[in-house]
């Protein structure tokens, strides 16, 4: 149980484009995701907390109209990283909590590497 | 602000071996809950092992152990018999009461050798 899949696993784009990052909780309902940003041999950055219908929240230092995100239903957040550029180039991250279980752990997507050519 | 702090950047055990991997915390809160996750080559992050601050029992998951000690605001991991799956970055983790967030240390890299 308490599976979360992440879509694309590896996208490489050209500068100025945008790219959608998809986020699902498979066996469970997520009213709240989480998005995170790794740099290599790094830990963690969280990007924003995403709660279903209604606006993300984002960590101060993130650009919220450069990282879009959505969360329209209880399955699914979505992260579009608008205009990228070189230094947009990470490991995204997203995860979720599954509230019906009472608990404060997160379950982890799989990553996508963006590369921004 | 809460911390967390991970003081081992990276660790070598034997397999089979047993290996601690130390984390210590910074909260002023008295409930709580902090989280152990590896995180392997492959970059998925799975939970290890959680404990919440309220229970004095240390938990335990198969080879995967806590040693809890609130007092001291220290919970480090202890992995038994080390496997070569075990081979991973180390995150512990620590929830912020009132919150859903997870603030995560640094991590240590552990590799388990042949």
């Given amino acids: 149980g308490a599976v979360v899949s992440q879509h694309p696993s590896r996208v490489i784009c050209k500068s100025g484009t945008s790219v959608k990052i998809e986020c699902r909780s498979l066996d469970f309902q997520a009213t709240t995701m989480f998005w995170y940003r790794q740099f290599p041999k790094q830990s963690l950055m969280l990007m924003a907390t995403s709660n279903e219908g209604s606006k993300a929240t984002y960590e101060q230092g993130v650009e919220k109209d450069k990282f879009l995100i959505n969360h329209a239903s209880l399955t699914l957040s979505t992260l579009t990283v608008t205009s990228a550029h070189p230094e947009d180039s990470s490991f995204y991250i997203c995860s979720a909590r599954d509230r019906a279980s009472g608990g404060y752990e997160q379950y982890f997507g799989p990553g996508t590497r963006l590369t921004v050519t | ?114």
Wanted: charged share 20%; glycine share 4%; proline share 4%.
């Fill in chain 2, 1 to 114: 602000a809460q911390t967390v702090t991970q003081s081992q950047p990276e660790m070598s055990v034997q397999e089979a071996e047993t290996v601690t991997l130390s984390c210590t915390y910074d909260t002023s809160e008295s409930n709580y809950y902090l989280f152990w996750y590896k995180q392997p080559p492959s970059r998925q992050m799975i939970l290890v092992i959680r404990q919440e601050a309220y229970k004095q029992q240390n938990a335990t998951e198969n080879r995967f152990s806590v040693n809890f000690q609130k007092a001291a605001k220290s919970f480090s991991l202890k992995i038994s018999d080390s496997q070569l799956g075990d081979t991973a970055m180390y995150f512990c983790a620590y929830n912020v009461p009132g919150s859903e967030k997870l603030v995560f240390g640094k991590g240590t890299k552990l590799t388990v050798n042949p």
